[in-house]
């Protein structure tokens, strides 16, 4: 009777398991479930995935010798690199699949957490809840919604992983399942170089749960049943057996730190001490340890950036002090988890806290996406203590418990949403952070893309305002007044951007490319080349030399030029109808039609395909090639796109009319074409349709010679 008792809890228990699986697995799916209309953004999505050529040609050889030899956007992490190429293997640049393949990885992470900790600890409820508030807190949004945050989520894959074979190696040491631990380690480093912490975390966890140290014991232990967990099988060892036991951890972590130094330092990312003063540093590590904290209990005004405060107070240090203090009390001693969660939470945050100043941000919510685990533990341990001595306390727990839950959810799907595009994303951004130049800049660029010139000229005049040192804010507001017909003012910003950067490609190449539009050819092509040395990967550069090679007329150096800028960028639509006109100039019609159908089937707007495809088409003398009903169908579909207001299309499909036959058109069409080009004073191109008029009068179509 008592045997069938047994298996019954034992049947009804391992139901539970399988229902908080289930459960972490389902809240984590609604509370993310509008990542289905995210789209990519233009913070950093652009030079990780969108624009990366060695990321958007996937799995190749050469992306994967890379991937293994190269910096991905100045960090090298081989294995988040490999994965941003499968993606785009498999899904092109449809954001739903790589937002989706990030949320796998991000609700694997909590059903291992769960798994670790239940099979560590054997408590199954602190465990469940410590997984639960993991999958849905919006502080971990940033690290799900965000396609370049992938090596958040995939690091903490292969961390947990190492917990899970740390756990089975601790039950049964042995040189099998050791090798493990270390594979899976290998594995997370070259994710990401934050994981350099674990052989850290992994002696914390010898500690507690794991009571692998002699004298840990019974202080470690308290309070906790080890009924189910890895302790049952305990391996006591000293601690310095335990250290030694992760040499080989710390070596690997050792050189993946000074590789990541390295490469950062040769992308100019990490900043100087001149730039940000040590104890400026010191400080606002203090206070992000409690800010971390504060927006754990409150995750209110979560920002995708968080611009480093123009001053900071030194009381701000008292906060790690009293921290550090705590743990030395008998009180915490006694307590294992306590011991274990508050330096897990302080130990694992040092390589992202400040002291070494990557980037301009004075924090962020993708680093709190591991060390959140040890304040999630306070949280569940602490709650189950206290309410293990109150008469209600299970109950209670259990309510306040799933309202948390739900209120975490529904904070999560808000967050998620502020993630659907770049408007939506630094709007927010603007309004709960000051001084926020990334935002400003973030925002700028995205009314750009609208189309919408005056508010991003404002908008990057305020991130100039606030760092007026930026020098791609300076190349980008030079852009737009390039756009707006500003050519001095833009001159101007592209000048102002290499006297801060003298070897920057953008600002290098955008100079070249106005000085090309004003006839200063070769002026144009010294910056060019100096953008091309500066930056053998930037692709735009390749394809402003092939416009100067265009117009010196040497078509075959311009087609060279063009297929550089496609091994870079492939699938560009731009280069592929430059590819076709130089053909077209070369006197290979054939292919440069495919070229530009190749550009039509990449991008059915774009204009100059249609134009020049439509041109061909209508006056060919090739009567095998002559197509005047596609050619009237091109030319109208260019003139729609512009409005009926351009002479240049008027014409091609005034010379589409004629070519099929429909002369009465064809002079409509043209005399329009001949009135808007005297309007804005293109004599010449008026002169050149007005003779191709009369042809049309007296019944005759114009052919190329």
Not at 183 to 197: E, H, N, Q, Y
Not at 222 to 235: F, K, P, Q, T, V
Not at 680 to 705: H, Q, T, V, W
Request: hydrophobic share 45%; aromatic share 12%; net charge positive.
């Amino acid at each position: 009777m008592q045997k069938r008792e047994s298996m019954t809890e034992q049947t009804y228990k391992k139901s539970q398991i399988l229902l908080i699986y289930l459960a972490l697995l389902v809240s984590a799916l609604i509370a993310y479930e509008p990542l289905r209309r995210n789209g990519f953004v233009n913070y950093d999505d652009d030079k990780y995935i969108t624009e990366n050529p060695h990321v958007l040609a996937g799995i190749t050889r050469d992306s994967v010798i890379w991937a293994f030899t190269g910096s991905h956007f100045h960090m090298w992490h081989p294995l988040t690199s490999l994965s941003h190429e499968l993606d785009c293997q498999m899904f092109g640049l449809n954001p739903f699949w790589h937002h989706l393949t990030s949320l796998f990885f991000h609700v694997a992470n909590a059903l291992l957490l769960f798994w670790v900790l239940k099979k560590m600890t054997g408590a199954l409820w602190p465990s469940a809840f410590v997984a639960a508030v993991f999958a849905l807190h919006p502080l971990q949004v940033e690290s799900v919604a965000w396609a370049a945050e992938r090596k958040t989520v995939l690091s903490g894959f292969f961390w947990l992983l190492t917990m899970v074979a740390y756990v089975r190696y601790a039950q049964q040491p042995g040189i099998k399942r050791y090798l493990l631990v270390v594979l899976a380690f290998c594995l997370g480093l070259l994710s990401k170089p934050m994981v350099v912490t674990l052989p850290f975390a992994l002696l914390l966890l010898d500690y507690w749960p794991l009571g692998r140290l002699k004298w840990a014991g019974k202080d470690a232990g308290e309070n906790i049943s080890h009924a189910e967990s890895a302790a049952l099988n305990r391996h006591f060892s000293s601690a310095f057996y335990l250290v030694v036991e992760k040499v080989p951890l710390f070596v690997l972590s050792a050189i993946l730190s000074a590789v990541t130094c390295i490469t950062l330092q040769s992308g100019d990312v990490i900043k100087s001490i001149e730039m940000f003063p040590l104890k400026s540093r010191i400080i606002n590590a203090a206070a992000s340890y409690l800010g971390y904290i504060i927006k754990i209990f409150y995750p209110n005004n979560l920002a995708a950036f968080y611009p480093y405060p123009k001053t900071l107070h030194i009381l701000a240090l008292i906060i790690p002090l009293i921290g550090i203090s705590v743990l030395f009390t008998p009180w915490v001693r006694r307590r294992g988890w306590l011991t274990v969660a508050l330096l897990w939470y302080l130990g694992t945050l040092v390589p992202v806290i400040g002291l070494v100043q990557v980037g301009g941000q004075a924090m962020a919510d993708r680093y709190t996406y591991l060390p959140s685990i040890g304040v999630f533990i306070i949280i569940a341990w602490g709650a189950a203590e206290l309410g293990a001595k109150w008469p209600y306390g299970r109950v209670a727990l259990r309510i306040s418990a799933a309202m948390v839950l739900v209120v975490l959810s529904v904070c999560t799907r808000m967050q998620v949403r502020y993630w659907q595009n770049s408007v939506t994303l630094f709007e927010r951004a603007l309004a709960v952070t000051r001084d926020n130049w990334i935002a400003h800049e973030g925002y700028a660029t995205a009314m750009v893309d609208e189309g919408r010139f005056d508010e991003a000229v404002s908008h990057y005049t305020q991130a100039l305002r606030i760092e007026p040192k930026l020098y791609i804010v300076h190349t980008n507001l030079g852009m737009v007044f390039l756009e707006q017909g500003k050519i001095d003012q833009a001159a101007a910003c592209f000048q102002m951007a290499l006297r801060l950067k003298p070897d920057f490609p953008l600002a290098l190449n955008n100079l070249g490319r106005l000085l090309t539009d004003q006839g200063k050819i070769d002026e144009a092509a010294t910056y060019i080349e100096k953008a091309i040395q500066s930056d053998p990967d930037y692709p735009l550069s390749y394809y402003s030399m092939a416009r100067i090679k265009t117009q010196q007329k040497q078509y075959s150096q311009a087609i060279e030029y063009l297929e550089a800028a496609l091994q870079r960028k492939p699938d560009w639509p731009e280069v592929y109808a430059s590819l076709g006109k130089n053909w077209f100039l070369m006197g290979n019609v054939n292919r440069g039609i495919s070229y530009w159908h190749r550009a039509l089937e990449l991008d059915p707007a774009h204009i100059g395909a249609l134009n020049d495809l439509a041109r061909v088409l209508a006056t060919t003398e090739d009567t095998k090639l002559r197509n005047p009903t596609d050619a009237v169908k091109y030319a109208r579909s260019a003139c729609e796109l512009t409005r009926f207001n351009r002479p240049v299309f008027l014409d091609s499909l005034a010379l589409a009319y004629a070519a099929a036959g429909n002369f009465p058109e064809a002079v409509k069409t043209a005399e329009k074409a001949v009135q808007l080009a005297e309007a804005m004073g293109k004599k010449g191109l008026a002169e050149e349709i007005r003779k191709r008029l009369d042809l049309y009068k007296s019944g005759r179509p114009y052919r190329e010679k």
